[in-house]
Every structure is written in C-alpha cells, then in structure tokens.
C-alpha cells in the first residue's frame, strides 16, 4: 500500500480506514494533505471488496482543526478562490459524491475546513469530547469548503445562521440534539462504534448505496457554492481578514475595523 506524508491507510473486513495525521497541526488541512485524501479516497472506491470509508483523525485533540491557516493567510483574492475552488473539487464535493459510504468518526475538534469534511461525507459519529464549529468570521472569512451550504442542509437554516455567525463550537451532545452527528460514543469506543455502523451498511446492496447517494445529493442546487467560493475569495481582499489571521498566528484577540 502507498505511503503517504500527512494521512495513514488501512484496511480491515472491507472497511477502509483513513486517519488524517498532522497531530503538531491539529490536523489542519493544507494543500498536500487534500490531495493525498483525494488519492486514498479514490483508490479505496474504485476497490470494489471496499464497501465503507471510515475518516478519523490522529490523536485524541483534534479531527480537524480546519484549513490550514498559516498556509493561505497571504493569499490574494484570486488564490483564495481558487483554495476552495480545488478544495471543493478534490476533496469535499468528492466525498459527498462518491459510490462507498463514507462515515465521519469524530474524535475532537472539528472546525472550519475540518467540520466541512465531517459535513460533506455521509454519515458523522463522535466522540463526547468532540468540539464542532465553523469559526471562519472570527478570522475574517467565511467557510470556504462548502460549510454555508452544507451545515444548513444538515441542521436547517436558523441553527447554521447562528453556529456560522458567532464562530462559536458547540458540543458533541448539543451536535447530536442538532442531527449535526448521530451517535456519541466515549472516545475509546470511537472507531468500534464506526466499525459496526460500516458493518450495518455493508448488510445492503453496494449498487443501491450508490443510486440512494446519487439521488438524496440530487436534491440540492449547486449555485450556493458558487457564491460561497466568490464570497471566500473577496474576503482576502478585506483588512478584517488580514488582521483576523495575524491575530490567529500572533495568538491575541482580533480587532476587526469592518473593512
Ligand atoms: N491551521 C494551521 N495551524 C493550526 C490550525 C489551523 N486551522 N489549528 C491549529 N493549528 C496549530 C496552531 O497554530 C498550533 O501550532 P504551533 O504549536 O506551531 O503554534 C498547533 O496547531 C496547536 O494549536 P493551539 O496551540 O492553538 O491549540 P489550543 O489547544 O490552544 O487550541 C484550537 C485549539 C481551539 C482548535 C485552536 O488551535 C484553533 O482555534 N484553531 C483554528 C481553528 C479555526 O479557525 N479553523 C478554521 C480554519 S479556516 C478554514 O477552515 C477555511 C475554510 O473553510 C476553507
């Protein structure tokens, strides 16, 4: 099996399992990391003794923390919007449209870019000490990976609005209450409880999945993410992101000017 820098493989009674493994970094998801989820994701679909895709992060902090900051906090405009442009393409709409079921095991924080993962597969478990949450305002942007679209397709508009608005986490029994996530399991018992949910997938037809998949995804428009791409890259151009990812790096609260 390949080797890969930021993510680890595995396999197990048909199940393929992906941890994504930046721990110093939470997890956070720069450019390669993308890409090499892309490749493994790939790979274990068109694997056909592959019947379920188990995503979890390394450690016992984070799933993801998100995109990775430090990587595009100086980026124009155009780049920003080509950072979810590619993003959305390789690795979130990917997910979200793949024949194999993916499960989402949520094992700590999962924000920004990170909740956007959790979002876009097809089924999301926890973790009780799992933190959720799309802080991108905080930083002066927006969710760039799909997040305004699909937070609000998962727990409607009103709770999305608010969640995406104050940037603020929520917990995993609160995720639940929300239908944010399904289960929520002490984190010891995290990838068991994903085990035997993809053992419960795997009782039904493969070829049936896929159509179901196809056809729940077909209900949803695709000009959202446009805006949310366009409105992500204008948002580099503004002074409140410039200062939202310096306070970020310089770890002090931000003073945003509203420009
Ligand atoms: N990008 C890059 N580095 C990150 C990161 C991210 N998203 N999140 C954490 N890290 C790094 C930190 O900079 C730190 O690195 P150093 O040790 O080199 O300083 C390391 O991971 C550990 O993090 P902290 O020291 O901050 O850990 P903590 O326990 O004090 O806080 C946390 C944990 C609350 C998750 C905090 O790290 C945090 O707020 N992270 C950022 C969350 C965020 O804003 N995510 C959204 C990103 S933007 C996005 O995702 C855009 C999009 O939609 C496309």
Redesign the pocket.
Same mark, same amino acid.
């Given at each position: 099996m390949r080797t890969y820098q930021n993510i680890t493989t595995e396999t197990e009674s048909a199940i393929g399992i992906i941890t994504i493994n930046r721990p110093?970094?939470?997890n956070?998801l720069n450019k390669e990391t993308i890409a090499e989820l892309h490749e493994a994701l790939d790979n274990f679909n068109k694997d056909k003794t592959i019947r379920v895709i188990i995503v979890t992060g390394s450690g016992e %902090?984070?799933f993801v923390?998100?995109?990775?900051? %430090?990587?595009f906090m100086y980026f124009n405009p155009v780049q920003g919007r080509e950072?979810?442009a590619k993003?959305q393409e390789l690795l979130f709409d990917f997910v979200e449209n793949l024949e194999t079921p993916v499960i989402a095991a949520i094992n700590g924080?999962a924000?920004?870019?990170?909740l956007?993962l959790a979002l876009a597969s097809h089924i999301r478990i926890a973790s009780d000490n799992a933190k959720m949450g799309?802080?991108?305002v905080?930083?002066g942007?927006i969710?760039?990976?799909g997040?305004t679209q699909r937070l609000a397709q998962i727990i409607g508009k009103g709770r999305a609005m608010e969640m995406i608005l104050t940037a603020e986490m929520i917990n995993a029994d609160k995720a639940l209450n929300y239908g944010l996530i399904t289960e929520v399991v002490p984190q010891t018992e995290l990838i068991t409880a994903a085990k035997n949910k993809a053992q419960k997938l795997m009782k039904n037809s493969p070829k049936a999945q896929s159509f179901a998949i196809k056809a729940i995804n077909a209900t949803y428009t695709k000009a959202g993410f446009e805006v949310e791409k366009d409105l992500?890259g204008q948002a580099f151009d503004t002074e409140d992101f410039k200062e939202g990812t310096a306070a970020?790096?310089e770890r002090r609260k931000a003073e945003f000017a509203g420009k």
């Open positions: 110093k970094q939470l956070a %902090k984070a923390a998100g995109a990775d900051i %430090k990587e950072l979810a993003g924080f924000l920004g870019g990170g956007e799309l802080p991108e905080s930083l942007v969710p760039g990976y997040g992500f970020f790096v």
